[in-house]
Structure formats: structure tokens, C-alpha cells
């Protein structure tokens, strides 16, 4: 009976918190009615269960159910996740470098994080990870599978992905690494006085590194904005590098259950940094705080996006104490993004104004004749050596200038790339 009296004090103060808030009360006996059936349904289990399974027990795995039913965000972190996800918000750990979610069921890849042990392999994004190992994922929780893949570095782990377009799973074998992310990248096109800046993932330092490489750079033309495979991050930080852009308006606003609640985050002034025009790339990687850029920017107006569409991971988790010693929590699903138009990116994601496949760029056939002034018998061969070497020159002076360069062979290679680069060229036209 003591047993019973605690779930169900653990039962009230659950419902009499959670649902604080709401408006519309349930009836008093239809609640009591709710409260008695989980109280029921535990004891039941405590006492007829094939195993002796202690209250604690029983009662922590219903919280994880209920959470695991709502939405693949939310989960019931006990002491050891609580544990974990305070080692991965706060420091150095090793892992694999993939952002995770749950579509459709499936654990599947957000996207790889740069340079990282899952980059390196090939894993890529909208992979679905079947097992971990030898332990199938089936019916595994988010949090659990990121467990599982995190551990000592430069510890063996196997993935057995699923891949669209391949018949057969890949297994992926990797070494854990400490996983330390460079999240911006500022780099020159080669001959194109253009920008290339990369943002790998949305960490507290993206908005102060953006800015110091738009500031070293004054003399570029236009900017290239590479969202790939970026999972998402800080919306702070979102918020800010939109905020570069964009002089007034509103960025994005988060709704929750009670419209009165919602928050909108708008564009400062003094946050603005640049007119430059800018095209920005995406893919099924973006995610999260990169959809936030994207598609905001898209909505004001202020860049064309290009790639293919977006993840769709619009919804925010707040971390919330369920005891006194805050060791256990609930991450909880509280509310969702909603772009300056008022569409939502959950589950819909951002659908780029040009859409421009992954691969490299589609060459001519190079049996195909073609005559040029140099193959005529009395060209100006003199005049075109000394454009040669000219060329030559100044293609050298550029890279021993800047190390950091994206050379014609490598747009080549980045269909995407070389896209973004010839819409931006128009851009330039236009706004001159």
C-alpha cells in the first residue's frame, strides 16, 4: 500500500505541474479517474510481473515510455543520461561526429559533422542506422543509441547503415575520436573575388567568427553562405548571423500550447554588418538553427537559397528537473519555430529557390570538335603566351597570398558549389 501511495504522489505532482498552465481544466473525476488507472496499472505489474522489478524501476520506465510516445525529441534523462548530456553540453568527449534523430520511427543521420570519425567514414546524411554495433536500434530511444555511440576515444564502433539507392546495408567500422569542431571556415574563390564562409555547426563563437572574416574580407563582391550538413546548434547564434544580414524585421518566433506565449526574436540595427548580395547552400543535412538562417533569410528577401530541402527539425526541448538535486530531468518538446512568413519548419523543412543536386559538375563530351582562335594557322601565338603567363602569375600570387582558396578544379567537383556561384555572379550584375 506504501508502495501505491508513493506512485501515486508521484503521479499528482507530475499532472499538478506539468499541466499548471492549462486552460482548459479537466474535469476533477475524469483526472482522479487517469491518476487511478496508472496507480492500478502499477501495482498490477509490481505485484504480477514473471521478474521481481522494484517501484523505482517500474516507475522509471514509464516516464520513459510516456516521454518516448510524444515526440522523438523528448526523453526521461535519469541520474546516468542527466550525467552524459551535462559531459556533451559541457565538455570534451569522445564520439563519432553525427547529429541523430528519429524520422518516421528510424534512427536515422542528420548529417556528419566536419572532419570528424563519421566524415571521414562516409557516413552521410538520411542514413538510417540499423545497428550499433551488433545491438539492433529498433525500438531504441534517441538517447540511447547517442549513448551507445559515444564512449573512450579511439575505441572501435560498427554501424550497419541503410542508404537509400544501395540494396544492401553498409557496415561502417570507425574509430571514436574527441570530437572538436571548427565551425567556421572563411575561404576565397580562386580568380572570383568572392567569400566562401562554412558553417559547420551553430556553437557559441559562429556570430564573433563570421564577423571578423566579413570584416578581413571588405573587398569581396559577394558572399557564398555553405549550410551543408550543418545539424543545427545555439539559436542565439542563429539569430545573430541572421542579424548580419537583415536590418529590421522579425528573424523567427517560438510558439508553444498558449498562443500569448509566443516569442519573437527581431533583427537589431546594430547587428546589421553587410548588404553584399549572398546566396546560401543547404542540403538534407541542414537542420535546426541552419533552417532558422536559411529560411528566414529566404523570407526577407535577402538571399537565394539553393541545394535541396532542408531536414525539417523545428521544435524546441527545454530540459527540465523532475527532483530537488536536479540529477534527474525531462527533456520536453515546448514549442516550435516559426519563420518571418509564419510557416513552420517542423517536419516541413526549407525548400531552396533553386534546387541543384549533390555530384560534380556535368562536363561536355570531350570528343565534341571545337575550333578556337589558338588552333587557326596564323594565330597570335605570341600575344597568347604572354596572356598565359600572365594568367600563370596571377593565379600564383593568389594562392601564395591566401592559402586558404577554393580552386576551379574543386567547384568542379561541388555541383552545388559551382551553382551558387554563377547565381551569385548574377547578383553582383544586378546590384551593381
Known sequence: MNRLLVATSIAFVLSSSLFAKEKVEEPTQTRFESLSKLTKVIGTVEKYYVDDIKLQEIVDKALKGLMQELDAHSSYLDK?????????????????????????????????????????????????????????????????????????PNTDIKLTLVRKGDPKPI????????????????????????????????????????????????????????????????????????????KNGVIVSQKGRDV?????????????????????????????????VSGSLQDHKRAVVIGEKTFGKGSVQ?????????TENIKLT??????????TIQAEGVTPDIIASAGKVTKSDENTIKIKEADLKKHLEGELNKVDEKVKAEEKAIKDENKKVISKDDLMEDNQLNTSLAILKSLIIMNK
Open 318 to 326: 527545454a530540459v527540465l528537473p523532475i527532483d530537488n538535486e536536479k
Open 260 to 292: 500569448a506565449d509566443e516569442e519573437k526574436f527581431e533583427a537589431n540595427k546594430l547587428g546589421f554588418k553587410t548588404d553584399l548580395p549572398l546566396v546560401v547552400l543547404v542540403n538534407e543535412g541542414s537542420a535546426s538553427a541552419s533552417e532558422i
Open 334 to 343: 515546448i514549442a516550435k519555430y516559426y519563420l518571418p512568413s509564419g510557416r
Open 80 to 152: 546516468k543520461a542527466s550525467k552524459e548530456m551535462s559531459i556533451q553540453t559541457q565538455g570534451e568527449f569522445g564520439g563519432l561526429g553525427i547529429t541523430v534523430g528519429m524520422r518516421d520511427g528510424a534512427l536515422t543521420v542528420i548529417s556528419p559533422i566536419d572532419d570528424t570519425p563519421a566524415f571521414k567514414a562516409g557516413v552521410k546524411s538520411l542514413d538510417i542506422i540499423l545497428k550499433i554495433n551488433e545491438t539492433s536500434t529498433i525500438g531504441m530511444t534517441l538517447d540511447e543509441a547517442v549513448n551507445m555511440m559515444r564512449g573512450e
Open 171 to 246: 557496415e561502417v567500422k570507425m574509430k571514436r575520436d574527441v570530437i572538436k569542431v571548427q565551425s567556421v571556415f572563411a575561404k576565397k574563390l580562386e580568380g572570383e573575388n568572392i567569400l566562401y564562409l562554412r558553417i559547420s555547426s551553430f556553437d557559441t563563437k559562429v556570430a564573433t567568427e563570421l564577423e571578423k572574416a566579413i570584416k578581413e574580407n571588405k573587398d569581396a563582391k559577394g558572399i557564398i553562405l555553405d549550410l551543408r550538413n550543418n545539424p543545427g546548434g545555439l539559436l542565439n547564434q542563429a539569430i545573430s548571423v541572421v542579424d548580419m544580414f537583415v
